[in-house]
């Protein structure tokens, strides 16, 4: 794994590349047409370290080094004061995630839950989650007859900690699909 050239072209939400000695994942972006032909792309970037977001405008045709993560399988063992523990699934090695590094990803994290860790250059970047998750809720208002589902909700509060949406049928102790990232309802569990 490593890095190739990319340009502006290729800028797509989800991006990582390096610039101003750092790591930066396109957030936003939109190419823009100013007068006389001139176009700029203004995006919006998080620094993948840092966490910070800035704005930033670049010329079309713009080179960059794209980068590149190197996943490994792993599993959501358990939690270690602020830390998360997660067991790589080809060696059996444990590996240490503080909550910094995991970012929104913590709200999906439930017992055995299959990731990739992401690397790079040997640094453990963040996880990458499957598109949903099983969550129970924990606490929402009770259904009380008359409700219509007209397609508004009621807030739930899920095992993780989270608030979602959800329709005004589920109730507390039951088991809904979250998309982990949207972080909204998509149907109860099965």
């Known amino acids: 794994m490593g890095s190739q050239i990319v340009d502006t072209s290729d800028f797509y939400v989800g991006l990582k590349f390096k610039w101003q000695d750092g790591i930066w994942e396109i957030v936003e972006y939109d ?3 100013m007068g ?19 704005e930033n405008s670049f010329r079309p045709g713009e080179k960059f080094e794209r980068v590149i993560y190197e996943d490994k399988p792993a599993q959501f063992s358990y939690m270690d004061g602020e830390d998360y523990v997660f067991m790589d699934h080809a060696t059996y090695d444990q590996m240490t995630i503080t909550k910094k590094t995991l970012g929104d990803a913590v709200n999906y994290l439930v017992d055995d839950i299959e990731v990739k860790i992401k690397f790079y250059e040997g640094r453990i970047m963040g996880i990458e989650l499957p598109k949903s998750v099983v969550l129970t809720v924990v606490d929402t208002s009770p259904s009380f007859k008359g409700d219509t589902v007209t397609g508004g909700g009621k807030p739930a509060t899920v095992s993780t900690g989270i608030v979602v949406t959800v329709p005004v049928f589920v109730e507390t102790g039951e088991k809904i699909v979250v998309d982990t990232r949207t972080g909204l309802y998509l149907e109860r569990a099965k």
């Open 36 to 54: 006389r032909g001139g176009a700029v792309v203004r995006t919006k970037l998080r620094n993948v370290d840092s966490g910070s977001i800035v």
């Open 31 to 33: 190419h823009h047409k």
